[in-house]
């Protein structure tokens, strides 16, 4: 017996195809980078369904996926044959690949790399009227945005070019301002990527909401990214990636229940973090950070599943949260 699809069905399987194979794709470029949670968020969905698309991809692909606590990575990768081009099937590969980076939910930064390896067989004649075709179409806050700015500064990245961007400035209102920028890297943050880059207006190492990018262009000054320049070190402390909005470290102590604790113990968070199972199975987890609004939210996700042993400070914070959430949520003339 034949099964016929509906539009939503064969629209969702769709989608669900080319997570799996963008999932493929992320995972053997940046091994040991994405954990579950990061996945989940980067596509919108459940970690329960990540992790049924990382079965398909162990056990359906045969692809050797392995786990730590850094993330995801493959063990080995099929190695494919050379291929040779004519001249003409290069230059409409080429076209095709630049074409293919205006359509979302395709990985920005392989494109961006296919663009420039392949930009590089032809000619250097060829190259400005390349270059032309591949930015006919000027990039601004309108369409699909996010995808669009991906692209140029995955481009960037490769190539070391420089960029001018308008951004909207969150502490100024979301007043917008030129800056040129060089691309240091992109990193996925909650359901959206941040720009870490070297601001010559600032003249320092600055980060930058991609969405809040307005517009942007590549510039044909080179730059290069200094050989000390370490994102760990960049971000520091913090929880997350809100830098400087939590003060100075301090000792965190947190007491999971027995399940929650366990899931959040499998999971790197920080590396400062330890988890240590107690004998009734809860679990302490002690970090060592600047508590930032964000790491508050994210305690108070656990609800009463968490208690907050240290630092007092902490403690009364979220149990004041929770009180104004309950007078928030109570009943009528309760």
């Known amino acids: 017996m034949d099964v016929v699809l509906s539009g939503s069905n064969r629209l969702e399987e769709t989608k669900r195809i080319t997570r799996i194979l963008q999932l493929v794709e992320m995972i053997a470029a940046a091994p040991h980078r994405y954990l579950r949670r990061d996945l989940a968020a980067r596509f919108e969905v459940s970690e329960r369904m990540i992790q049924k698309d990382l079965e398909i991809i ?21 190695r494919l044959p050379a291929l040779q081009y004519t001249f003409s099937e290069g230059l409409a590969l080429l076209l095709a690949v630049q074409a293919a980076q205006q359509v979302s939910g395709i990985g920005s930064a392989e494109l961006a790399a296919a663009v420039a390896r392949l930009e590089a067989l032809f000619p250097a004649e060829f190259t400005p009227l390349l270059r032309q075709y591949g930015q006919r179409q000027p990039v601004t ?8 700015m991906l692209t140029l500064l995955n481009r960037a990245l490769v190539e070391r070019r420089k960029v001018r961007m308008t951004y909207a400035t969150r502490s100024r209102g979301g007043k917008l301002g030129e800056r040129v920028v060089r691309p240091y890297t992109l990193h996925p ?29 590549l510039l044909d000054e080179r730059y290069t990214i200094p050989d000390d320049f370490d994102v760990d070190a960049y971000i520091g402390d913090t929880w997350g990636l809100l830098r400087g909005e939590g003060g100075m470290p301090v000792e965190v102590v947190l007491r999971f229940t027995a399940d929650t604790g366990q899931r959040v113990a499998e ?33 108070l996700h656990y609800g009463s599943q968490v208690e907050v042993l240290a630092p007092k400070s902490l403690r009364q914070r979220v149990a004041e949260e929770h009180r104004r959430a309950a007078e928030v949520n109570a009943a009528d003339g309760e």
């Open 58 to 78: 162990r056990h359906g692909l045969l692809l050797p996926l392995i786990h730590d606590a850094d993330g995801y990575a493959f063990e080995t990768m099929p």
């Open 189 to 217: 943050y909650v359901r959206s990527w941040q720009l870490i880059a070297y601001c010559e207006r600032r003249d320092a190492v600055l980060m930058f909401k991609v969405d809040r990018i307005h517009s942007a262009t």
């Open 141 to 148: 806050a309108q369409g699909e945005h996010r995808q669009q």
């Open 267 to 299: 999971e790197r968070w920080h590396a400062s973090q330890q988890a240590e199972i107690q004998p009734d199975g809860s679990v302490l987890f002690r970090l060592h950070i600047a508590v930032t609004p964000e790491f508050v939210s994210w305690v």
